[in-house]
């Protein structure tokens, strides 16, 4: 479904962000497209899109959209995806979906706390839902100009940046979902080769996914995060390979 334009959300941005961020990387009058849109990190995105003037729309999916999407039931992104491409090209598209707590339990500690069914039900949002809403949306992407393909990440899916441990089923999920979008830039990359693949660590955000886990980290607004986030995938080059990035620009190790 379209969303007029509207002004979003006001926030006390970084010092070297605007308070609404303008994708002056892409076309005037780009289209951008948002899954999960109804989550707090999808609201967001849908709130910056909305409020950029160069943006001249944005379509929302989600559990509850028309079409909807459900991560676990496949033939829900095929079918939405059949029905966008009457919309396409899409210059920016966004994943903002994923789980933390699963079936009601949050991530685990010790290896003893290892369960499979808990891990196969990580894997089958953050992994198995990750590939294939790589297989049935990158081709909405434009061929030859440039685009972007953003999917919410997190530091803790990052093997090399692994120190404490613990959360094994979400930090192993996010590493395989990390795995599938690199691989997927290298294919898509031979077709589109202006196309920008992006996985993206939003920080610790106010939100209910996070809530139980913030009381010992400094929690920041939802569209601050993405505000960043926008600032830094307006930065990043083409390349043959998928950006592992934060919300204040850095680069985070694979």
Known sequence: MGHDRRTGKEFLPRPHLQRTMTMTSLAQGYRALVLGATGTLGGAFVRAFAADSRCAGVECLSRSSHPPIELTRPETLEHAASLMLASAPFD????????????????????????????????????????????????????????????????????????LGGWYAYRAAKAAGNMLLQTAAIEVHRLRPLAVFAAMQPGTVHSPLSAPYTSNHAAIDADESVAGLLATLDRLQPDSRAHFVDHQGNAIPW
């Open 92 to 163: 920016v598209v966004i994943d903002a979906t994923g789980a933390l707590t699963v079936a009601g339990q949050g991530p685990e500690k010790r290896l003893a706390d290892l369960d499979p069914d808990r891990l196969q039900a990580a894997f089958a949002i953050n992994a198995i839902g990750r590939g294939l809403v790589l297989r049935h949306f990158t081709p909405l992407l434009p061929r030859n100009q440039r685009c972007l393909f953003a999917v919410l990440s997190a530091r803790v899916g990052s093997i090399e940046d692994n120190h």
